[in-house]
């Protein structure tokens, strides 16, 4: 691996009986996307934060590009672009105008018309902020951390509220980053999303690191099954499903039920044979491969929505 942008070590920080990270360690490295996947409450924010400087750890180190986080911050502020999860940006001011407001705060910064175009802004330019859609106000709140041109990018769920054409437009706008050799660290709770624009991913739940590789080793790793996927009235329980032929693995999330299997043909044979037999009606069956759905589901034992 080349050099390391960030290098966390045995990181903790606990807000009251809740372990919110928990020992956590990895590295990040330069020109690399990093991924920090996980639900609502797994960690991700709160260690991301740590790494920015804008929260302390109980213990645990924190090195970014090379310098020591709890010492270096302010000389840190000028080469990192972050995006947080909630910002309070000004309501009143224009687009435009808040572009230009937060240009002020770096030495070097990218024209504000580029900032504009990159959060696809350019037709509310001259709108306030309080006026925009949520997807817009998110793509503006993304599109600010990169007013100074960062050398390394932090993303808080960067994709949250906006429509597939728009995630997928700043996904784009990640890869184009990444392209030009800059390292991002982003958070997300999109399997889709940390599958394509990450090299590595980190699963987090409960303030841990349960699981830390590239998408596709990872799910060669634990998964090396296919997926049957599909909804079925009279369940018959995990294990019946289980003892089919063919399956490995039985799973029920809510109404939806998965059967992994390295041999799909009698699997599915023989889930019909039973759906037949106790006058069970399948529905929206179809057959996948595997996901990091899939390895969450199976690393934790639920869906990372949950």
Wanted: with cysteine; charged share 25%; hydrophobic share 40%.
């Amino acid at each position: 691996m080349s050099e390391a942008v960030v290098e966390v070590k045995n990181l903790a920080k606990t807000y009251g009986n809740v372990k919110a990270v928990d020992g956590i360690s990895l590295s990040v490295a330069r020109g690399e996307v990093f991924g920090m996947l996980g639900p609502n409450g797994a960690g991700k924010t709160t260690t991301v934060e740590i790494i920015e400087g804008l929260r302390k750890a109980d213990s645990g180190t924190v090195r970014l590009l090379g310098m020591d986080v709890s010492r270096d911050i302010h000389a840190l502020k000028e080469r990192m672009g972050v995006q947080s999860q909630h910002p309070a940006l000004y309501p009143n001011l224009t687009v435009e105008e808040i572009v230009n407001f937060f240009r002020t705060l770096y030495r070097t910064s990218l024209p504000a018309s580029e900032i504009i175009k990159l959060a696809t802004l350019e037709e509310s330019r001259k709108i306030l902020y309080r006026n925009l859609s949520g997807g817009q106000q998110q793509r503006l709140s993304v599109a600010l951390a990169f007013v100074n041109d960062p050398d390394v990018l932090f993303l808080d769920e960067p994709t949250t509220g906006l429509d597939p054409q728009a995630r997928r437009a700043m996904w784009e706008v990640v890869e184009n980053f990444h392209r030009i050799g800059k390292t991002v660290l982003l958070t997300t709770h999109y399997m889709e999303e940390a599958q394509r624009l990450c090299d590595r991913v980190a699963i987090m739940d409960h303030g841990q690191v349960i699981a830390l590789d590239s998408p596709r080793r990872m799910i060669e790793q634990h998964i090396k099954e296919s997926a049957i996927q599909f909804k079925m009235t009279n369940y018959p329980g995990q294990e019946v499903l289980t003892g089919l032929t063919g399956v490995t693995k039985a799973v029920k999330e809510g109404d939806e039920i998965i059967l992994y299997t390295n041999n799909i043909p009698p699997a599915i044979s023989a889930l019909l044979e039973l759906a037949s037999a106790r006058s069970a009606e399948l529905s929206e069956l179809f057959v996948r491969q595997a996901t990091l759905e899939d390895v969450f589901l199976k690393l934790t034992g639920k869906r990372i929505r949950d």
